[in-house]
C-alpha cells in the first residue's frame, strides 16, 4: 500500500523558512510519478507548489517558484519542501501529492498544518 | 479568486442527480487540458474521483461521471447518497499558471 507521509514543524515565524519532509513508501520515487507539494488554505482552496521527477525535470507554480525548493531524495525516498520569506498568508495544510502534473495527482498524503506565526 | 470556477454549493436529496460545473478559460481547459475531480471527505485529504475527463480510477462508483465540453467540466453524481456529503474540486493546467485547481464546491445531502 502506498504511503505519503508529511512532517516537519507545525509552527514557523514570519520571514523564516518552512521545511518539511514526505516519506514515501509502497511505491518507487524512481518511476510513474513526479513528486511534490500542494497545499490548502480556507481563503484560497487548494494552491499547487510544484512537483519534480526523479530526472531532475521538475513543474513549477511561477508566482510561487523564487521562494520554493522542492527535491527529490530517491535514496530516502523523500520529497522535501523549502518556503522561504513566510507570511502568515503561508498558513496552510501542505500535502505532498503524487502525479504527473498536468495529469492528475493519484497520490496524497493525509497533509499537515503549518502555522505562520511570531 | 481561483481561475477555475465553480459554485460554492450545490445540495439534493438522497436518490436525485446532481451535476458541479467547473469554468475555465481559453488558455487552461478550452486550450485542450485535461480537467481532474477530486473529493475531500471532512477532515481528510482530497482524494482523485475523476482524471482525464471521463475516466474514473478503480474503486469509484459508476454513480461519478465526468465531462468536458469547451472552456468548461462537469461532475455529475446521481443516486445521490448521503456519503457523497464532501467538498469537490475540479483541477485542470493553465500554459501561464502551471496547475490550477477550482475553489471547490460543498455538496450536502438534504
Known amino acids: 500500500q502506498v504511503q505519503l507521509q508529511e512532517s516537519g514543524p507545525g509552527l514557523v515565524k514570519p520571514s523564516e523558512t518552512l521545511s518539511l519532509t514526505c516519506n514515501i513508501s509502497?511505491?518507487?520515487?524512481?518511476?510513474?510519478?513526479?513528486w511534490g507539494w500542494i497545499r490548502q488554505t480556507p481563503g484560497k482552496g487548494l494552491e499547487f507548489f510544484g512537483s519534480?521527477?526523479?530526472?531532475?525535470?521538475?513543474v513549477y507554480k511561477p508566482s510561487l517558484k523564487s521562494r520554493t525548493t522542492i527535491s527529490l531524495d530517491t535514496s530516502k525516498t523523500q520529497v522535501s519542501l523549502r518556503l522561504t520569506s513566510v507570511t502568515a498568508a503561508d498558513t496552510a495544510i501542505y500535502y505532498c501529492?503524487?502525479?504527473?502534473?498536468?495529469?492528475?495527482?493519484?497520490?496524497w498524503g493525509r497533509g499537515t498544518l503549518v502555522t505562520v506565526s511570531s | 479568486q481561483s481561475v477555475l470556477t465553480q459554485p460554492p454549493s450545490v445540495s439534493g436529496a438522497p436518490g436525485q442527480r446532481v451535476t458541479i460545473s467547473c469554468t475555465g478559460s481559453?488558455?487552461?481547459?478550452?486550450?485542450?487540458?485535461?480537467v481532474h475531480w477530486y473529493q475531500q471527505l471532512p477532515g481528510t485529504a482530497p482524494k482523485i474521483l475523476i482524471y482525464?475527463?471521463?475516466n474514473r480510477p478503480s474503486g469509484v462508483p459508476d454513480r461519478f461521471s465526468g465531462s468536458k465540453s469547451g472552456t468548461s467540466a462537469s461532475l455529475a453524481i446521481t443516486g445521490l447518497q448521503a456519503e457523497d456529503e464532501a467538498d469537490y474540486f475540479c483541477?485542470?493546467?493553465?500554459?501561464?499558471?502551471?496547475?490550477?485547481f477550482g475553489g471547490g464546491t460543498k455538496l450536502t445531502v438534504l
Open positions: 482525464g475527463n471521463i
Open positions: 519534480v521527477y526523479h530526472t531532475g525535470s521538475s
Open positions: 501529492v503524487g502525479g504527473n502534473p498536468p495529469d492528475a495527482f493519484h497520490l
Open positions: 509502497g511505491h518507487s520515487v524512481n518511476t510513474g510519478y513526479y
Open positions: 483541477q485542470s493546467f493553465d500554459s501561464s499558471l502551471s496547475v490550477i
Open positions: 481559453s488558455s487552461n481547459i478550452g486550450a485542450g487540458y485535461d
